[in-house]
T-cell receptor, first 114, second 110 residues
Framework: KAGVTQTPRYLIKTRGQQVTLSCSPI?????VSWYQQTPGQGLQFLFE???????NKGNFPGRFSGRQFSNSRSEMNVSTLELGDSALYLC???FGSGDYNEQFFGPGTRLTVL | AQRVTQPEKLLSVFKGAPVELKCNYS??????LFWYVQYSRQRLQLLLR??SRESIKGFTADLNKGETSFHLKKPFAQEEDSAMYYC????????????FGSGTRLQVQP
């Protein structure tokens, strides 16, 4: 099976702009979770989508949003970018939601905000 | 609130030496605990979970509920074990998501 893919791999934006990141899960997986990874805060959970519905949400401001399409592909959007949003954004897919299902991680999108 | 603590940012050992990567957690419910590993230029991947009670690549981890710990151990480190290791907690209630520790970089020297 092909692994989780994320596009783009690298992105440079300026403060105030918005950005959309994309994640394609492993075929057959219906859950997609997003994480932000920074040197200071480590890996932090953003949100999880399952069957096009947000199931869980982390402690991030409303500028961070996401959605999931019927083919399970997911997008994450960050509006009004701030310097502190510079991070590696990881998505992970799993078969189900609720009880733990092994999450398979993508390579990440590295976002730099100038 | 749930929390995962990995007290060591870096652990450096020689090949053949025993390894113990520490992980402590705080969670009032019934936790599920995992170790994830990220080798250089590779993706984050699951190494082992406490429920499985298995040994992967020679690594084992035992959940100690009394000490709220889930330390990762290997009796004889290999150079290929050099990587970033993350302990993670999955809650059984509320926000059902992984909470990660800050990670420990393991360096195995020849």
């Amino acid at each position: 099976k092909a692994g989780v893919t994320q596009t783009p791999r690298y992105l440079i934006k300026t403060r105030g702009q918005q950005v959309t990141l994309s994640c394609s899960p492993i075929s057959g997986h219906r859950s997609v979770s997003w994480y932000q990874q920074t040197p200071g805060q480590g890996l932090q959970f953003l949100f999880e989508y399952f069957s096009e519905t947000q199931r869980n949400k982390g402690n991030f401001p409303g500028r961070f949003s996401g959605r999931q399409f019927s083919n399970s592909r997911s997008e994450m959007n960050v509006s009004t970018l701030e310097l502190g949003d510079s991070a590696l954004y990881l998505c992970a897919s799993s078969f189900g939601s609720g009880d733990y299902n092994e999450q398979f991680f993508g390579p990440g999108t590295r976002l730099t905000v100038l | 609130a749930q929390r995962v603590t990995q007290p060591e940012k870096l652990l450096s050992v020689f090949k053949g030496a025993p390894v113990e990567l520490k992980c402590n957690y705080s969670y009032s419910g019934s936790p599920e605990l995992f170790w994830y590993v990220q080798y250089s230029r590779q993706r984050l991947q699951l190494l082992l979970r406490h429920i499985s009670r298995e040994s992967i690549k020679g690594f084992t981890a035992d959940l100690n509920k009394g000490e709220t710990s889930f330390h990762l151990k290997k009796p004889f480190a290999q150079e290929e074990d050099s990587a970033m290791y993350y302990c993670a907690l999955f809650m059984d209630t509320g926000r059902r998501a992984l909470t990660f520790g800050s990670g420990t970089r393991l360096q195995v020297q020849p």
